[in-house]
């Protein structure tokens, strides 16, 4: 299942398609790029099947470069292939969960850490407004745009690194990880309590602190994830119990 999220989608001056806005040039790679954001903003439901048809219906476009899209995000391990050839979002275990935030720790705090180096005085303020917005979305539970604005939260700080492959990696392991987000995101953040990890990251880079963005860049993280492994050890104990 896929919500829908409060971002348009930009048109270029090339020609697009009527529905979506996608440029009649390298269609399969823009589905590759839309399904690779939503997956990385949690708007697919781990063990969501996805029909081909019905995305080419969504796209406006003929199965053959959805198909494309999708072949590429199975061979990077974010969509798998089962009977039939329906591509399905993996269910992670816990261990694969640990092993992909374990892997992401070291790689975000790095990029915590250049980025207090190279933003500006701008790119500061633009992430301070980014994270109002996130709060603001989590005041009115709109848990969905509250997804999409950590995400935006997040790269903007990780962007200013000026390390496009840094970013990169860390891209490919939140569209690993971050599907099981889709339904227990309320309860990470509802759990929380004290001053939040984004705004001491804020003031961080605000004071030119590489090892304290990268802790908090980090902690949030660990704070997070460790929410979402309880979440998961309930959800194994209790199968038929709904986790919101």
Same mark, same amino acid.
Request: proline share 4%; charged share 25%.
């Given at each position: 299942?896929? !919500? &829908? ?8 001056? %090339? #020609?697009?398609?009527?529905? $979506?806005?996608?440029?009649? *040039? ?83 705090? !790095? &990029? ?8 500006? %005085? #701008?790119?500061?303020?633009? $992430?301070?407004?980014?994270? *109002? ?112």
């Amino acid at each position: 299942m896929m !919500l &829908a999220t409060k971002t348009d989608v930009e048109r270029s001056g %090339e #020609e697009t398609d009527d529905r $979506i806005g996608l440029n009649r *040039d390298s269609l399969a790679d823009q589905i590759y790029a839309k399904l690779r954001s939503a997956l990385m903003t949690a708007r697919y439901e781990p063990g969501s099947r996805l029909s081909i048809r019905k995305l080419a219906a969504t796209f406006n476009t003929s199965p053959t470069p959805v198909r494309e899209a999708v072949m590429q995000l199975v061979r990077e391990g974010a969509l798998e292939l089962r009977s039939g050839y329906q591509p399905i979002v993996p269910v992670l275990s816990i261990a694969q969960y640990i092993k992909i935030r374990d892997t992401r720790i070291p790689l975000e705090r !790095l &990029a915590a850490e250049l980025s207090t180096v190279n933003i500006t %005085e #701008e790119g500061i303020r633009h $992430i301070r407004q980014i994270n *109002d917005k996130w709060m603001q979305f989590e005041a009115e539970g709109d848990w969905q745009a509250a997804i999409a604005a950590n995400h935006e939260f997040h790269f903007t700080v990780y962007r200013a690194s000026m390390n496009d492959i840094l970013v990169r990696i860390i891209e490919n392991l939140w569209m690993l990880s971050y599907p099981v987000v889709y339904y227990q995101y309320r309860n990470i953040r509802l759990s929380r309590s004290g001053v939040h990890p984004h705004l001491l990251l804020v003031d961080a880079l605000e004071r030119r602190s590489p090892a304290e963005a990268g802790e908090m860049a980090v902690r949030d993280l660990r704070e997070g994830s460790s929410r979402i492994i309880e979440l998961l050890n309930s959800k194994r104990e209790n199968p038929k119990q709904k986790v919101i």
